[in-house]
């Protein structure tokens, strides 16, 4: 049973998504993954730390097609979490919430043989942009070491080389194809570096004008 954080949190971020026109399907998908997820919450401490710990946890055992909805809800509860109506204020101006199915994920690879291939593998100058900015900026810092620069390098790479196949039309197309991606790591450490990477790629990839900036704001790192 929820404690009375965790069903008061529930409460607030259906509260926000009856306004915005979620219909029952949309309840329903959240209903199914919170029943799950707020039992592994409570009496918990109310930290990122605490929260990717319960998220792994309900993920386990979870079909890697199933990743991107459940966490796409994982990710738009976090903030009525945390108490943090700032951050859900925030999420709802910028991120969104999401009231329809994801229709576009990327094809379904083998990681095992399409890692090695990544270090000899062709890039078009535009991905090139993004890639070689973002390796820049990574050895710039100081406390990077070249076995982790090496590691989110490829990863980027995994990045740009499943997001080829995205529909122009997906404005979501880098984040479903993180969340996608991210099952493919077996190891639990692996897949926190991996979505460490991919949110400090992001603002290569998107072009932002101060995106070493963004990236340096970025460390350390935090899990949502």
Partial sequence: MSSSREADAIQAYYNLLHGKGADD???????????????????????????????????????????????????????????????????????????????????????????????????????????????????????KQEMDIELRTRMAKLMLLRLREAPMTEKNAFRITADATLPLFNLKNTRHLFLNAVREFYYFWAAHPDAVEMLKQLQPPEIM
Wanted: hydrophobic share 45%.
């Fill in 25 to 143: 399907a949309i309840m329903a998908q959240r209903d199914a993954l919170l029943a799950e997820l707020s039992p592994l919450l409570t009496h918990q401490e109310c930290t990122s730390t605490a929260y990717r710990v319960a998220v792994d946890d309900c993920l386990a055992d979870k079909p890697a097609q199933r990743w991107p909805e459940l966490l796409t809800i994982i990710r738009e509860f976090y903030p009525f979490w945390r108490g943090d109506v700032k951050a859900v204020m925030q999420y709802a101006d910028t991120v969104g919430f999401e009231l329809h199915p994801i229709g576009w994920q990327p094809a379904v690879i083998d990681l095992q043989s399409v890692w090695p291939a990544l270090q000899s593998e062709k890039f078009e100058t535009s991905e090139l942009w993004a890639l070689n900015g973002y390796v820049k900026a990574l050895k710039s810092m100081e406390h």
